[in-house]
Nanobody
Framework: QLQLVEAGGGPVKSGGSLSLSCAVS????????MAWFRQAPGKEREGVAA?????????ADSVEGRFVISRENDKNNATLYLQMNSLEPEDTAMYYC??????????????????WGQGTQVTVSS
């Protein structure tokens, strides 16, 4: 059973930086697609950034140039990262990592990801 565990959230002031990580384990075949999503209270879940097994990335317009997604792979474990810079109060949300296998193109659409972590809260104060 694939397991995803996020870490690194917390409070930060506007303009600051924060780095999230997501430990992925429990697979025999490494998930090809991995992504970060976020959800603020009263808002829909938003795809922040996604990365495939070749290192191709896509970003939401709202974070392009400020956030960087990356991944590290080894045989039995993988780690997904999200480096967040120039944070704004609008970035406040619960951040989730997600993973999936082949079967679709690189996407930030939540319904295309089958495996999810429990989330880590990011709170940006002005």
């Amino acid at each position: 059973q694939l397991q995803l565990v996020e870490a690194g959230g917390g409070p930060v002031k506007s303009g600051g930086s924060l780095s999230l990580s997501c430990a992925v384990s429990g697979y025999t075949v490494r998930p090809y697609y991995m992504a970060w999503f976020r959800q603020a209270p009263g808002k829909e879940r938003e795809g922040v950034a996604a990365i495939d097994g070749r290192g191709n990335t896509i970003y939401a317009d709202s974070v392009e140039g400020r956030f960087v997604i990356s991944r590290e792979n080894d045989k039995n474990n993988a780690t997904l990262y999200l480096q967040m810079n120039s944070l704004e109060p609008e970035d406040t949300a619960m951040y989730y990592c997600a993973a999936d296998f082949l079967g679709h193109e690189l996407t930030r659409v939540a319904k295309n990801f089958k495996y999810w972590g429990q989330g880590t809260q990011v709170t940006v104060s002005s």
